[in-house]
């Protein structure tokens, strides 16, 4: 059976600093890609990180860029996402996905393949 469980997530000042991680099992986890997403009320679905398979890849959408760094522990079948410097906007439900097998260790992205969601954790950030 396929999980993938978020943990991390609450309440911050502004200025603050959480780590989010994302225990996955049930897969292949060093095959998949790894990303964090965030929907806010009344807002889609957003990129906010990804990392290839190897970590040799990492992107970042430019709101959150140096500030946020995603990463992954292959051993630990576990992807991280360290949020520094968190803004208000930052609030959202943080959703951990997984997508592969991927076919190298250049690629975000498996057509074909699969696609595994966690159930979320949320991110407020509030004096």
């Known amino acids: 059976q396929v999980q993938l469980v978020e943990s991390g997530g609450g309440l911050v000042q502004p200025g603050g600093s959480l780590r989010l991680s994302c225990a996955a099992s049930?897969?292949?986890?060093?095959?998949?890609?790894m990303s964090w997403y965030r929907q806010a009320p009344g807002k889609e679905r957003e990129l906010v990180a990804a990392?290839?398979?190897?970590?040799?890849?990492?992107k970042y959408a430019d709101s959150v860029k140096g500030r946020f760094t995603i990463s992954r522990d292959n051993a630990e079948n576990t992807a991280y996402l360290q949020m520094n410097n968190l803004k208000p906007e930052d609030t959202a439900v943080y959703y951990c996905?997984?997508?592969?097998?991927?076919?190298?260790?250049?690629?975000?992205?498996?057509?074909?393949?699969?696609?595994?969601w966690g159930q979320g954790t949320q991110v407020t950030v509030s004096s």
């Open positions: 049930g897969f292949t986890f060093r095959m998949f890609a």
């Open positions: 990392i290839t398979r190897t970590a040799f890849l990492t």
């Open positions: 996905n997984a997508e592969g097998p991927t076919d190298t260790i250049y690629t975000y992205h498996a057509p074909g393949g699969s696609q595994y």
